[in-house]
């Protein structure tokens, strides 16, 4: 008999193409007069623009937002926040910039929008990642969750293929690992299902037009199930991995989750057959693991560690760090078995 606990997302999502123009509206439902808009250097004109459409209800654009989200950058938006007199924030951007919004809020309790504009999923998450010097530490704050998400596909348009494509096969991680979490619950499972269909299928287009305004909506409506998982149940040894990975060896965050993927799927797959079975709906052959693999080889993503600049002397401790920790994975983990397959991501090596 199942058994399981379901809770309901507080986040009122709007989706699709031109939704940019909501912005004001839903700004103004949550009571919000004075909204500073968050992004980083690469996206200022997008943000301005986002501003413009505020007019009066925007106090200003803060462009500082940095990977990993550093608790100086934080400090630094709060005081400036302070200054304008901000009543809200409006994240315009990728995970860095709703991870600043995200920081921002659990400080000073301000109300948090967002219009994402990569497959990252942090969005619909309670999670808040900051790093302080070298040291990234994560959160489940119930103050980071945002109050109005805004997906609006033709604001994804210009995200560079690599990275459209690195940022999907992140959002998969994110379902695969809902699939076969310790709480999972059947509408995670369902939804990480739907996540993995709808990216495997968008993935492909958006590399040959990049512009496919159908395959961008198909792209983010994957991201934003597979947030929803992210934000929903607890994940396992691939974001472990990912985690120490990044943190260690300052890897670049969306690629390492490329990189990394099929090998978890490999180590975990015979500990979870359900997970499997919902892959391979999505995957040609009937092993997910060097489906994913050649998923991403035939999608240019990066598939050896060594090519994000992981030193290859850096296995060892990062399998001592992957083990280190209690946490739940569906199949025990064994350090000899973790040094192995992280040996064969890091050379660029198909996962068995
Ligand atoms: P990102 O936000 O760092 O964006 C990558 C680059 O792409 C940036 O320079 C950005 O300005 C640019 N960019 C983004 N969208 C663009 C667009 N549409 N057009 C042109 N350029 C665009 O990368 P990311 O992968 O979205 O986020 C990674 C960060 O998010 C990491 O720090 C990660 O830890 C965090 N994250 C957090 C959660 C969570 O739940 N807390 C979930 C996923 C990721």
Redesign the pocket.
Same mark, same amino acid.
């Given at each position: 008999m199942r058994t399981f606990v379901h809770r309901e997302q507080v986040t009122k999502v709007v989706f699709g193409s031109g939704t940019r123009s909501r912005i004001p509206e839903e700004a103004d439902a949550l009571g919000c007069r004075r909204v500073l808009v968050l992004?980083?250097p690469?996206?200022v004109d997008?943000a301005a623009r986002i501003r413009d459409l505020l007019g009066a209800a925007a106090v200003g654009v803060f462009a500082e937002a940095a990977?990993?989200?550093p608790v100086a950058v934080t400090e630094k938006a709060v005081a400036y926040a302070a200054t304008v007199r901000a009543d809200s924030v409006l994240a315009v951007?990728? *995970?860095?910039?709703? $991870?600043l919004g995200?920081a921002i809020a659990v400080r000073t309790g301000l109300p948090q929008l967002a219009l994402p504009?990569?497959y990252?999923?942090?969005e619909m998450?309670p999670?808040?990642?900051e790093t302080e010097g070298r040291r990234k530490t994560t959160r489940r704050l119930a103050e980071a969750l945002l109050d109005t998400v805004v997906y609006d596909v033709d604001?994804?348009l210009?995200?560079?293929v690599a990275?459209s494509v690195v940022?999907g096969i992140?959002a998969m991680a994110h379902a695969v690992e809902a699939l076969y979490a310790q709480d999972r619950d059947p509408v995670a499972f369902l939804m990480a299902g739907e996540a993995i269909d709808s990216l495997t299928r968008s993935l492909p287009v958006i590399t040959r037009r990049p512009d496919d305004r159908e395959a961008r909506a198909d792209a983010l409506y994957g991201a934003w199930l597979a *947030?929803t998982c992210? $934000?929903a149940v607890g994940m396992a040894l691939h974001h472990k991995v990912c985690h120490v990975l990044?943190g260690t060896f300052g890897l670049p965050?969306?690629e390492t989750h490329s990189v990394v993927l099929p090998h978890v799927v490999a180590y975990n797959g015979p500990a979870a057959p359900e997970a499997v079975a919902r892959m391979a709906q999505a995957l040609p052959g009937d092993d997910p693991a060097s489906g994913l693999f050649d998923f991403a080889g035939r999608l240019g993503a990066p598939r050896a560690l060594r090519d994000l600049g992981m030193p290859e002397s850096g296995i060892t401790q990062a399998a001592e760090l992957i083990v280190r920790d209690g946490y739940w994975n569906p199949r025990p983990v064994d350090r000899t078995a973790v040094r192995a397959f992280l040996t064969r991501a890091w050379a660029g090596e198909a996962p068995w």
């Open positions: 992004c980083t690469a996206q997008q990977a990993h989200t951007g990728g *995970g860095s910039t709703i $991870g995200k504009t990569t990252a999923g942090s998450t999670i808040l990642g604001l994804t210009t995200l560079p990275t940022s992140n *947030g992210l $934000g990044g965050h969306a």
